[in-house]
């Protein structure tokens, strides 16, 4: 035992601080997705359909304050400018936290004055609402925080304060729950209050340390990137919230919260894309700073294989996911979970288009993508899930899915046109043949649902396959992580 912790040691000593951190990051955020995957079973189980779905939507509105009160200034210009004002990263980071505020200054005023219509209009009460802001300035600050941190390779403390506050948002949320009758209202403020405890530190934090409300240079960068950019963030809101928000309106909370649970399982391994991209992004703009831009293809490739097989788990084993997590009464949930989960890999997809157009600052044809896909999104389920089910959601999903990746790889594209960007950075070719092998797998496994012994037959053989071939597979993992 001595030794094996001795020998895993000296090869993570060996690997480099760009390896070491987004191994570091990837674990952690299993660490914490394991967690919030307890919670699940935990939560729906303590509380009603129509409980659970009241988390459901205060959670889909909120993304949606994100976008107004922040303009998702911690993402988009985020990355480009950590490297731009490299020098000044923390007067850049307070200067952001300025903007938030004055955003916040005008939301009230519009808000206070008719704040019997807005609330009619969310569903939410005015105590709700002050959550949602003072929610959605917490948390971004921590993004802005940790963001710098992953820039700096600086991994340890941004493990630290995620882990404590996984664990303390489950523990807080748990005590209020069971302390109260109306469980679903105690869901969201149990959440709040452990989000509030340490956001509001690190929004003081980064103040201090800045020590900049207004910056004219970096306020004119950060708001001329990102609010041309508000029609794609708002598109993302609607690819993961207008679904539910849709099926709430036409069907109940209930129904949403059942849709809520296929979604969040669907997009479980999101974390995974995430943690990678964020210690993927500085590596692959140094490359094109390099002039090597050609040497991401074999790492998208990679990284692709690798989802696409951590997703087709998720799939294989669906059925008993649900009914171990959720239980009986939202065991119709399964039928959404393929369709979603094909969208999560063409969202990585979309994400490496994506990241060329962010270096280059070329963003308006990101913005017709994002506004083409999310209006397709929005009529098909205003078709679709009346005359149907909202099992559909997650078809219209899908579709709206396929049509942004398309766009933005057309869009990629030009901006290769306009720059030189090599375009043998990305093999399309793979990635297609990938796409189309991993959807007929989940749909395939998704017939065999009601007949789990077949199901799990094939996944033996499957597994027996992987262990004949586990040397190849164990080099392609390490090359993959060497980059």
Known sequence: MTLSIHKLRQKWGTMSKEARASLAYTLCNIAQRCIAFINMPIFARLMTTDEYGEMTIYTSWSSLFAIILTLNLAYGSFAPAMIKFEKDRDRYISSIQGIWLVLCGFFLVIYLPFQGFWNEFLDLSTLFVIFLILETISINSINLWSGKKRFDYEYKPVIMLTLIMAI????????????????????????????????????SLNAVKGKSVFHKEYWKYALGFNVPLLAYYLSQMIFNQSDRLMINHYCGKGKAAIYGVAYTLAMLLIFVLNAINNSYLPWFYRKIKEGKEEENAKVANGIA????????????????????????????????????????????????????????????????????????????????????????????????????????????????????FSMKAIDLR?????????????????????YMIIRYLLVIIIFMVCVKKRKQLILFVRNTIKR
């Open 430 to 450: 793979r990635l297609i043949i990938l796409f189309i092998a991993f959807s007929i797998l989940c749909f395939g496994f998704m017939l065999l649902y009601n």
């Open 168 to 203: 303390a948002d489950t523990a807080v949320s748990i005590a209020f729950v069971l302390l109260s009758e109306q469980k679903g209202e105690a869901r969201i403020i149990g959440h709040v209050a452990a989000t509030l405890a340490f956001g509001l530190i690190i929004f």
């Open 305 to 420: 294989i690798l989802m696409a097989g951590m997703i087709m788990c998720v799939v294989i084993m669906a059925p008993e996911i649900i009914l171990i997590t959720a239980g009986k009464k939202y065991s119709e949930a399964i039928w959404s979970i393929p369709p979603v989960a094909i969208s999560l890999l063409l969202l990585f997809y979309a994400q490496l288009f994506i990241n060329a157009q962010f270096y280059y600052e070329k963003k308006k044809s990101l913005v017709y993508a994002s506004i083409g896909a999310a209006v397709a999104n929005i009529v098909l389920n205003m078709i679709l899930i009346p005359k149907t089910s909202y099992l559909v959601a997650g078809y219209t999903t899908m579709i709206s899915y396929i049509l942004f990746a398309s766009m933005n790889y057309f869009a990629m594209c030009r901006v290769a046109k306009e720059t030189g």
